[in-house]
């Protein structure tokens, strides 16, 4: 049960954490300080823990894994195209 419980935190705060500064990016076209190669080598450590974990059909682990690494490669695409 508390396992179930616990998985739940980085299932939401992961991809909302990646959405804040993908949204940020966003809205001000700006990515000032942003490191794609950082989110990028994010987007990579989310997969392997994706698959590390094997629970690959569990929503947490979607969430939380592969919904992350895609904002996080989101994130990497549109830093490089708005760096200034």
Known sequence: MLASIAGWIPAIIL??????????????????????LAWTF??????????????????????????TAILNLMIAIFAKIYKN
């Open 15 to 36: 991809p909302t954490a990646a959405g804040i500064q993908l949204y940020k990016i966003l809205r001000y076209k700006k990515a000032q300080g942003v490191s794609s």
């Open 42 to 67: 994010f987007a990579i450590a989310n997969i392997g823990a994706y698959f590390f974990a094997e629970k690959y059909f569990i929503i947490q682990s979607i969430l939380a894994f592969l919904l």
